[in-house]
């Protein structure tokens, strides 16, 4: 087996398991996701070896896994057994280490773990920065994805700074400030984007479903006029309507209501939700 690990420091390996390896990378011991540095103590390395943002570091960096094995198919066949257990961090990799030749791959570039809120937002607002540590545009390093085929975006009266606005969008008077717009995200006027990742739609409406919006007294999927968006990531075909207003504010704990949740002070709208004209999320 070998596993594809990258140098941390040690603030951050309680979000990754952290190998301990030999001279020749051959890994020795694996740690799931300590929660101290007592517990991999000795197994850093020092951190002028790596330079870049680690030269000015005075704590040991770690090598942890980036959740990318490679495994020989026979090897594979043996492992998979119950009782090895399911998880790979915890229970797989442990078990494996003292009877198969288990080593290390070290990678110094681009990753980003999205495993949790933060990390999924942070990475994908990064994408706007002037000079992203992952360049879109860079022909040495493609980005692969599906064909959609889709119109460049239309953009009515827009002032946007710092902001992606990805194809198939439609915008109208709008403000957008250090935000990510999806694929076929749809915004009317009025509205105010900052701090925020819309993640598009799947589809765009007919004038028959947009008929059938209005019997139903329904938003139509995308943001509706007049709407306020701050620190929040809007899933696929939301439906947002007219007047509403979403901003976690200041320290807002952790909860959940009608078609979103609150996880580290950033709202989450979630897949096919439907906010009512006028709503304020979260509920003061």
Aim: aromatic share 10%.
């Amino acid at each position: 087996m070998t596993i594809a690990v990258l140098p941390v420091k040690a603030s951050e390996i309680s979000r990754f398991g952290v190998v301990k390896m030999n001279s020749e990378g051959r890994i020795t011991d694996f740690s799931e996701k300590p929660q101290s540095p007592d517990q991999v103590r000795g197994w850093g390395f020092a951190p002028e070896i790596f330079g870049g943002e680690f030269s000015t570091s005075s704590e040991p960096v770690f090598m942890a896994s980036m959740g990318i094995y490679v495994i020989r198919y026979e090897a594979l066949e043996e492992i998979l057994q119950p009782d090895f257990g399911a998880d790979f961090g915890k229970d797989i990799i442990p078990r494996t280490i003292p009877s198969y030749r288990v080593c290390a791959y070290p990678f110094i570039g681009y990753w980003e773990d999205i495993g949790t809120i933060r990390s999924y937002y942070e990475s994908n607002l990064a994408l706007t920065d002037p000079d992203p540590k992952y360049h879109l545009y860079d022909p040495q390093m493609r980005l692969f994805t599906r064909p959609r085929f889709l119109p460049g975006a239309h953009l009515l009266e827009v002032q946007a700074q710092q902001s992606v606005i990805c194809s198939g969008c439609r915008v109208g008077q709008a403000t957008l400030k250090h935000s990510l717009l999806g694929a076929r995200a749809i915004v009317k006027g009025g509205v105010q984007i900052s701090d925020a990742v819309i993640v598009g739609a799947d589809y765009y409406e007919t004038a028959e479903d947009l008929g059938l919006n209005r019997e139903r007294s329904l938003p139509d999927v995308g943001i509706g006029g007049d709407t306020v968006i701050r620190r929040a990531i809007v899933d696929k075909n939301a439906r947002i309507g007219y007047g509403v207003t979403i901003d976690p504010g200041v320290n807002s704990s952790d909860h959940e209501g009608s078609g979103y949740a609150v996880r580290d002070s950033i709202v989450i709208i979630e897949k096919d939700a439907v906010i009512p004209d006028g709503s304020v999320i979260p509920s003061r």
